[in-house]
């Protein structure tokens, strides 16, 4: 995968900024905040084009009494959680944070497939009820990859996570 550094040195040379010199017009400041609104723009022509090009898939295991759980620190949008530990496979629904404050976290034993909700809230995912014994490998989560770092892209040593031949794009969006 390419690095942002080898955006920002062709949008130099588009904008005929004097590169490599100590007295460049456009900072690599503002050049990678223009890499990441152009990465944006071609992450999202991507998944018009391919809507499951950006889809990974996580399992992780239940922890007795844990109800958080974070994954993985790239997720943009859940896509399915199941329990794949039962027969068969349990979808796990999503349920709004209004909803989890009424939910009974004990009501069940969630070592039994009883896992019926879940709520995702930044790189978290809060199962419910909670898990009563320790289950490996027991949760299968599906979710769209965000390729973009939180806060943009800061450093040109930063992987862009686009196809080589999206980068193009990406350099005139």
């Known amino acids: 995968m390419p690095t942002a550094a080898s955006i920002v040195t062709p949008l130099r040379a588009l904008l005929r900024d004097n590169s490599g010199q100590t007295n460049n017009q456009w ?3 503002i050049l990678l905040g223009y890499v990441t609104d152009g990465v944006q723009e071609a992450r999202r022509e991507l998944s018009l084009a391919d809507a499951d ?8 295991s239940l922890t007795s ?3 958080s759980y974070a994954p993985a620190s790239d997720i943009r949008k859940i896509v ?6 039962v027969s068969p496979p349990q979808v796990v629904q999503p349920i709004s944070f209004e909803d989890s404050l009424r939910f009974d976290r004990f009501s069940a034993d969630g070592s039994n497939g009883a896992n019926t909700a879940y709520i995702f809230s930044g790189t978290d995912i809060r199962i ?10 027991a949760i299968r989560v599906l979710y769209e ?10 450093t040109t040593s930063t992987t862009i996570n686009l196809p080589d031949d999206w980068i ?6």
């Open 128 to 137: 419910f009820p909670l898990p009563t014994s320790n289950i490996s490998n």
């Open 65 to 67: 009494g844990q109800e």
């Open 27 to 29: 900072t690599d400041s």
């Open 80 to 85: 399915k959680i199941q329990r794949v530990d």
């Open 53 to 60: 090009y950006f889809l990974t898939l996580v399992t992780f």
């Open 145 to 154: 990859q965000e390729i973009v770092p939180s806060g943009g892209y800061t």
């Open 168 to 173: 193009r794009f990406a350099i005139y969006a």
